[in-house]
């Protein structure tokens, strides 16, 4: 998949990832030609931590009400899913997925990282390793290899889950100036000598001269929509530029491009919720308010020339909370948690779950929702069904050591 | 340091300072420069800047609007009433911290103050934090640079502004007298407690971010601390928290929020009370996994993203050999020859891409540069406002998104747009850049179309990229 690739290039985007870049030159693209099948893949990020036994509190276990207290007593109704389980009342456009097959919410589900620090979890978490700081590049990055399938960042740096052999772009709004053609091209020439600032702008030109996506650009939130969408019930804060919820738009009008990206990851923040959860005006609240008109943004976007049926959106967070609160009416950083597979091509409308319990004598370490699914598993079910990526290049460079990992059957 | 005076001078200003229109002023002794800078920052630029005091006011303010909500004037909402609240204080702030970046006189110590701003984070981000993050970098970290890291850990550690953004003001001990209290009255009341025990935040992030470096070992050295641990130092924690006016000349400590009895962190008995804090602050201060923490993100800070093994291990014997003391550390790290390479390392962030700029703009011909945060917030890193306890990163690749280099173009082409036409690029750039700058870059700013472009070019040339 690679004979258009300028051997340049591939150089300048060695010195890019530097010490970090882990496998040889000579290894070929893992994925299929995703450009060709038109699939497309979403990764969103809860940075932070999501509680999911907020989002999805398990109210029908017997542990549940005690262990969570005022955390467990919700204003409106949780929206019952399967099982003893329900979804936190904010994720109203989420529960509308579930009903029409098109969400699966897999929960106990955790990564092979058992301590509680952000930071080394969300480097696990992207990087697809066991321990933190193992791995420099991340799997998606690996993933999509250095074939003509890309990703792109709807965001102005790179996440290390993309990092990989092949160039990705990123996007963000801009409230700046745009330079004219002749400056960015006397910059590439004083750039001859220096490959990576070179690399970076030369990928920041193909984004930015493209025409209708700089006319958008320009104007923020204000950009027109796809044909077809209907207008959210996001508030003024969700509609900033730069917001999930534009960034969400923004990545359906990437990825519906014939030529688009065929991966995009966006991140949402917000979810390190120590105190005052329950708070309705709180960080939580209105960051599973975001977190769902984001996400009913990215299918409007996509569901117009049926590119969702051709989509499978992963949302996965670095650990869950404790399942008990702690003494300020929030949650301090767990360990197994819950995720949300949904898309088109998704078998939704299930809940999958192994589920441990809320007892203390269940919980981990007697504190934590025990992981009974491997998120890698969540992941490599998606890259090899969805994605096509093979069996061996997910047990090794992807996921290395993952072989006893077996991918979850996820897709309709 | 066998280079020639011009390069190291030229070295001295732009990687260890924050960048210099001319280099006459250092050329005879580059080194003996940044020496002679060693020591607390300058009092911060501006007048009239919020102290913690005022800010607490404000926020005490904050709370007395919140619970009038009840009785808001119709057609008010409690969003409207609150916006803007802390918008002044806020842009205090953001203004005063790049001009005293921009007009100083010591960058080296400038640098260094935007460095363990950045180590011990405090953010805007947090709304729990707003109205006190000016006041913490002013009060707890720039007095402090230049002294035994225990004293600076102990300032950072015991500020409002971090006791309420790590969350340790409502973290109460389980068998405390506010807990025993509230259990009571909310049985009473037949509603949830609203305080019932320990919240560990600031207790991990002290641990993992300011001191030992994380546990499990990032490259970075292993700090070997458990859950346990976390635990018991949150409990020597609790109880240091800041009342509702913050008073002066008090700790910030409340007995009825303390958790009773001794605490065992990393293997010590500490005793009950205000004082234990300290201790466990200077056992940590003088651990050598901290010597070593600290010793790599400076490496990584001045010299490289991932610096030499060799320079980090002088730098972390220079602060055991002198049990924290900052300035010693300094020195080591100057008197460093990997530090002088002439390959330059570093990409700057944005805030240090723009206080450079400034600082050439500025100085140079004396024209008035607008002092504008909120261009910096466009490149991607909003000032005082860090996403994370982490801070910003010192790795070039999180900043090296084609969407982040795109928006310097953009900031460039602004800034050119507004001064290029005042200035020569071409002479600017030689005084500023001496023998750093490249025949391509020369090339490119000579052949420029106008005054603007030339100037657009110098800034966005490698050569004022990187450092």
Known sequence: MTPSIDPRRRFVVGAFLGAGALLPWSTLSLAASGNASGRRFVLVILRGGMDGLSAVPAIGDPSFEAARAALGRFATPPLALDGPFALHPQLVQAHAMYGRGELAVVHAVGLPYRERSHFDAQQVLESGGVRPYELGSGWLGRALGDGPARGIALNTAVPLVLRGRAPVDTWAPSVLPEPSADLVARIERMYAGDPVLATALARAKALHLDGALTEMARGGDSAPMTPGTTSLPAGAASARPGSFTVLARRAAEFLVKPDGPQAAVLEIGGWDTHANQANPNGAFVAALRQLDAGLAALRDGLAGDGTWKRTVVVVATEFGREVAINGTQGTDHGTGGAAFVLGGAVKGGRVIADWPGLAKKDRFEGRDLRTTTDLRAVLKGVLADHLEVAGTALDGEVFPDSAAVRPLALLA | ?467
């Open chain 2, 1 to 467: 340091m066998s280079n020639a005076p011009a390069l190291q001078a030229a070295i001295a200003a732009h990687r260890f300072g924050l960048g210099e229109p001319t280099l006459e002023p250092l050329r005879n002794d580059p080194q003996g420069w940044l020496l002679a800078q060693i020591g607390p920052a300058d009092p911060a630029r501006g007048s009239d800047l919020p102290t913690t005091r005022d800010g607490l006011r404000l926020i005490a303010a904050e709370r007395d609007k919140r619970a009038a909500a009840r009785n808001l004037p119709p057609g008010t909402t409690l969003e409207q009433s609150l916006a803007g609240h802390y918008r002044e204080s806020t842009l205090a702030d953001a203004r005063s911290h790049v001009a005293s970046a921009t007009l100083t006189a010591r960058p080296l110590m400038e640098r260094l103050q935007l460095f363990w701003a950045n180590h011990f984070t405090v953010s805007l981000v947090k709304g729990s934090a707003r109205g006190l993050v000016g006041a913490f970098e002013r009060e707890a970290i720039r007095p402090n640079i230049a002294g035994p890291f225990e004293a600076l850990l102990v300032a950072a550690t015991t500020h409002p502004a971090m006791l309420r953004y790590l969350d340790n003001v409502q973290s109460a001990g389980p068998q405390s007298t506010v807990v025993g209290r509230e259990r009571r009255r909310a049985l009473r009341a037949g509603e949830p407690a609203r305080v019932t025990g320990i919240n560990e935040n600031l207790a991990r992030e002290v641990l993992e971010l300011h001191t030992l470096g994380a546990a499990s070992g990032r490259g970075d050295p292993a700090g070997g601390y458990a859950q346990a641990d976390v635990t018991a130092f949150a409990a020597v924690l609790s109880g240091w928290r800041v009342g509702r006016d913050g008073a002066d000349g008090e700790l910030p400590f409340d007995p009825n929020w303390h958790e009773p009895g001794q605490k065992r962190v990393l293997g010590k008995t500490y005793p009950e009370g205000p004082d234990a804090l300290r201790q466990v602050l200077k056992d940590l201060a003088l651990h050598p996994a901290t010597a070593r923490f600290i010793a790599t993100k400076l490496a990584r800070h001045v010299v490289a993203d991932e610096p030499p093994p060799a320079l980090i291990d002088r730098l972390a014997a220079a602060y055991r050999r002198g049990d924290g003391d900052l300035p010693t550390v300094y020195r080591e790290l100057v008197r460093s020859p990997e530090a002088w390479a002439p390959e330059q390392r570093k990409l700057k962030t944005p805030e240090e891409f723009v206080i450079s700029s400034l600082r050439l703009l500025g100085t140079t011909e004396r024209q008035p540069v607008r002092i504008d945060g909120a261009g910096i917030g466009a490149l991607g890193q909003r000032v005082l406002a860090a996403p994370s306890p982490a801070g910003w990163s010192d790795r070039a690749d999180d900043w090296l998104g084609p969407d982040a280099v795109w928006k310097r173009v953009e900031w460039s082409t602004r800034t050119a747009d507004r001064l290029g036409g005042l200035l020569d690029a071409r002479a600017l750039a030689e005084r500023s850049l001496g023998p750093l700058l490249g025949d391509a870059t020369r090339t490119q700013i000579e052949r420029a179309a106008d005054g603007p472009q030339a100037l657009a070019l110098l800034l966005m040339a490698p050569e004022f990229q990187r450092r």
